[in-house]
Each structure stands twice: as C-alpha cells, then as structure tokens.
RNA sequence: GUCCCCGUCGUCUAGCCUGGUUAGGACAGCAGAUUUUCGAUCUGCUAGCAGGGGUUCAAAUCCCCUCGGGGACGCCA
C-alpha cells in the first residue's frame, strides 16, 4: 500500500476551465498510477467571492471525466478553527507579527515601488512598530493581518517533480500576510490561501504538490511555512499551463472551454477528452497517443510532463474522440448516442430505420453534434425544406448546382426504380446496373444527382445504405420531387 | 522594475540530462489510391530547432547574451 497522497484544491469562485480539470486529471493519473489516494478540498476561505453552486460545478464535472477522489471534499471554511489552532503555534514561536498598515496605504506604496521601477513588496515595516504607533492605529479603528517573518538567510529550495531544484533568493521575499480581517466579523481572522494551503497539507500527509505553473513562485513561502509549522515539506509539481487558441492564458471567463459544452453541445465523450487533456503537456516515451481509461493511469509519469505551455485547439481533440467512438461497443455507442440526440429533442427511439443508421455512422462521425445534419434525411418536412433553401438559393448552393447538372440522371433514376419491384441493396444494384446502359455520366456526375436528391445534402452515409434506410416509394418520392424543385425556378 | 519558469513543423510532441539522428511521430493541410459519389480508409508530400555569440573535429543538445511568452511580487486562490 503506497503512502502516496495528493490532493486537487480549487476555490470555487468560478466554473473550472480545461487547464484546471487538467491539473485534477493529472493528480487523479498519478495517484492511480502510484497506488496512491487523492483528496479533494475546496478552497472558500475568501468567503465573498466563493459559492456554494460553484464548488457543486466543479465535483459534477470531475464526476463527468471520471476523475474520482477517495477523501473529501474538505471545505476550508469549515476549518477556520484548525488554522486559528496552528496560528498559536506560530505566536508562541515568534514567526507573526500585527501588521497596522491599510489596504490603501500598501496599494499605493505599491504603486509607487512599481512607477520607481522598484519591486512592490512589503518592507516589514510593522515588524518594528512603537507601541504607541501601535496605539495610535488601533485608536483608528484600523484592523490589523498578521504577517509571517520572512527570517530565512539561506536559499530556499523547492524540489520539483518536473523542474528540477529551483532556488529562491529569502531577500525577495517581503513578509506575507497568513491571517487577514474577516469581512463578517469585526474581530476576527480569517486564513490566506498559504496558511490554509500549509496546515491543510501537512494535517492530510500529503505528499505531492500537483498544482500549475502560476503558483511556482508561491512555494518558497510554503516551504518556510511547512517548516515553521513542524510539517515535512512535500515534493512539487508544477504543471505548464493551458493556453487559448490565441496563446492567452484559460481563465474563468472562457464560458466556451467549459466541460459541460464540450460534453453536452458539442458531444464529445469523455474518455476522449481526458485522453487529449492527458496529452496536453505530458507524452508517454513511446508516443503513444490512443488509450483507455486504465491504459493512462499505467503509462502515466509525472516526469515525463513538458515544461512549456501547451495551446488547446479542438482538431487533435476532434480526431482522438472519433478513435475513442470506433472503440466503444455498438450498445454503448448507440446508447450514448440516444442520449445525446434525446438532449436535443430529437426522438429517435421512434424510427425504427435510426437505430441502423446510427450504427453505420458510429465510424464515420467525429462527434455527436454531427448526428442531427446526418440523420435529417430520415425526416421528410427537413428534407423538403433543404431542397427549398437550395433552389432558392439557386446557382450559389451545391446541392442545386448538382441537381440541375444531373437532371437527366435524375430522369434515368426515376424511371430504373419503377421498372423494379425490388428493395434496399438489391435495388440500389440494378439501378447502377441500369444506369450504367442508360446515362453516360459515371462516378461523381453519376452518384452525387442520386445522393442530393435522396437526401437533400452533398455528403453522408454510403448511398448503398440509405437505400436500405429508405423504402421505395419514399426513394421514388424524392427522385421526383428533386426534379419538381429544379425545374420548377 | 526584481525574481522564477519557459521557447523544436500551423498545433500537440520525441530528441536535450549522458553532443555525432536524413531532427522522429501525431493532428491539421495538400496530393494520389480506393469506395463508379461525399465521408471513412490507405499511401505520399509540405512544414520546425526564436536570434546571436562561445566551447568543440562535431551543438536542437553544453555555456553566455539578446529577443519573445508566462508567472509571482494581493487582507484572491
């Protein structure tokens, strides 16, 4: 039994974009692999901007993309009294000061460091304070944050995972705020992100720190403070970020890198999407690039992450979830399958022909959301109304242009399927066989005319099989009423 | 501004540690084959070491500088 454990601890202030659900992805794959536990904690100390429906969000989607914890969730605003607990401990050893300086005093002291090209850091300041400007500022009704004494001389090291050693300069750092002012209540602290971070992770034995980029410069003050609390230090991690499609950072606002789009509107599946996510930023030493759900978790290493930025874009995405569909089973394919289109309002269940149809594309889709253009031609009012878009749109629209040009293959057709009495495939062969006497246009020329007017669209399933999918007369139906419409302008 | 991280085809990446490869793979794109159509499939092609110095017989790989991107420097996390 490995002793390994890690934890996913995001603030529910917003809904997790990809690069977030990345980072779960990556401590669930590396907990399974090891053997490990992962945890889930939610971070809402900042008691103004975190929600409740948000920290619900976010256990729905690592639900969906099948990333499971086995302790949690912790919330932290319910462990305010264990903070408050190591705080003392912290007091009793000299490592925090009160710190009388207000928000707007350190806001433009800040400003100012920055407009004189200095590093807008705190200088201690409050370390040295008099007694009787300490006085003064309470009898002002200011509330003080306790800080902790940055006092280290000596390099601090992070040890990561995926960088290497990295060391950081003790003198860059100004001491930081651990406890700040409670919005709620007038005499009492709440804990910053570091505190609540350190006594979290030491109380939970955790022993891998997997977390992205941007909190790299934050671990130097947890190191310090994992020591000051008596805690041993936990490996990191730090994992390169996922950037937009036009290099910029995810972040919250990016309503369209939510999960639930991608899963419930655009139909990917999620096996394909933790499968890509996988990809995004760590590779397997053999390249490999399709697998399963288990076939992750044991190829899966850590220190085969990439150390850059790795740009999201949805065509390798694409592409991995039309492989993970030709791999799911045909019950499982058409039941998710059903379940998408039911979403959408499409009723296929009643169609006795659809449960076929869909069987045939299962191979030939990238995603769900190509299902209903797919399987319009099932539906005879869309099929008409296609065919009154086109010849209204006349010479500009392809499906006009090839009927117009196959009108005397259309003409063929039409008279090859009444002179047979037969159905599905078998007729389709004859009247190939037919029009192979009777027309002299051949391969596209031939079989596009028969395809638009059978279906209204340019592209879709084998001609073949929607002469299965249809039954005669709707097939002598279409090729008539093709002709009608064209003519017709 | 200071500190930290990073820079290989359009995109995801292998190679870097431990110098010697025609710099490999995949997606996308393009072309051909096949299916007497589209799609799917198969084959092929296009395309890259950010720039400059240095070390070396030899540099994507080691060193330095520059440029570019990101992050931190919050009583957000």
Redo the contacts with the bound molecule.
């Keep these: 039994m490995s002793s390994i454990r890690v934890r996913f601890?995001?603030?529910p202030?917003g809904y997790l974009h990809l690069g977030n659900l990345r980072t779960a992805l990556f401590n669930d794959l590396f907990a399974r692999h090891e053997g490990g536990k992962m945890i889930l904690r939610i971070?809402?100390?900042?008691t103004v901007?975190s929600k409740r429906e948000y920290g619900e969000a976010i256990q729905r989607d690592l639900e969906s993309l099948g990333i499971r914890f086995d302790e949690g969730p912790y919330y932290?605003s319910e462990r305010i009294s264990i903070y408050e607990e190591h705080l003392r401990q912290l007091e009793k050893k000299g490592n925090v000061y009160l710190?009388?300086?207000?928000?707007d005093e350190?806001?433009a002291r800040?400003r100012e460091?920055?407009a004189m090209?200095?590093?807008?850091?705190?200088d201690n300041r409050c370390r040295t304070l008099t007694d009787e400007e300490r006085r003064r500022r309470i009898a002002q009704g200011?509330?003080?944050?306790l800080r902790f004494k940055v006092e280290a001389t000596e390099p601090i090291l992070v040890e990561d995972v995926i960088?290497?050693e990295?060391?950081?300069?003790p003198q860059?750092?100004?001491d930081?705020?651990i406890m700040?002012?409670d919005?709620d209540h007038s005499n009492r602290f709440?804990?910053?992100?570091?505190m609540?971070?350190c006594v979290d992770d030491g109380l939970m034995k955790i022993t891998h720190v997997i977390r992205g980029?941007?909190?790299?410069?934050?671990s130097p003050r947890h190191v310090l403070l994992f020591r000051a609390l008596g805690f041993p230090i936990p490996q990191f991690a730090?994992l390169?970020?996922i950037?937009g499609p036009g290099?910029?950072?995810l972040s919250k606002r990016y309503g369209d890198v939510s999960l639930s789009d991608f899963i419930e509107n655009k139909g990917y599946i999620p096996e394909a999407i933790r499968n890509y996510l996988a990809?995004?930023?760590?590779?397997p030493?053999d390249?490999r690039?399709i697998f399963s759900m288990t076939e992750l978790e044991q190829s899966f290493d850590l220190r085969?992450a990439?150390?850059?930025?790795?740009?999201?874009?949805e065509?390798?995405l694409?592409?991995i979830n039309?492989e993970h569909l030709k791999m799911l089973s045909e019950a499982d394919y058409l039941k998710r399958a059903f379940f998408f289109l039911e979403r959408r309002g499409i009723g296929v269940r009643k169609e006795p022909k659809m449960r076929e149809a869909l069987a045939i594309l299962k191979?030939?889709?990238?995603r769900f959301d190509e299902l209903p253009d797919a399987l319009s031609f099932f539906d005879e009012e869309a099929y008409r109304n296609r065919l009154k878009r086109s010849v209204a749109a006349g010479d500009q629209d392809q499906v006009y242009v090839i009927l117009t040009e196959g009108r005397s293959v259309l003409e063929a057709a039409q008279e090859a399927v009444q002179q047979s009495s037969s159905e599905g495939e078998t007729l389709f062969l004859e009247l190939?066989?037919t029009?192979?006497h009777r027309v002299s246009e051949?391969?596209?020329k031939?079989?596009?005319p028969l395809?638009a007017a059978l279906t209204g669209e340019?592209?879709?399933?084998?001609?073949?099989r929607i002469f299965q999918l249809l039954d005669r007369q709707t097939i002598l139906g279409r090729i008539g009423k093709a002709q009608e419409f064209v003519t017709s302008k």
Excluded at 190 to 194: A, D, K
């Design positions: 601890a995001p603030s202030t971070e809402d100390t900042d901007r932290q710190c009388y300086c207000t928000q350190l806001e800040r460091a920055l090209k200095r590093p807008p850091r705190y200011v509330r003080p944050t960088r290497g990295i060391k950081f300069d860059e750092i100004g930081f705020v700040r002012s919005p709440l804990p910053t992100f570091h609540s971070v980029e941007d909190h790299l410069s934050n730090h390169s970020l950037h290099g910029e950072p990809l995004l930023g760590w590779s030493k390249n690039e085969n990439t150390h850059h930025a790795a740009i999201f874009t065509q390798k694409t592409w039309s191979s030939d889709i990238h190939t066989e029009l192979k051949k391969g596209k031939l079989f596009l395809r340019p592209h879709g399933i084998e001609l073949k």
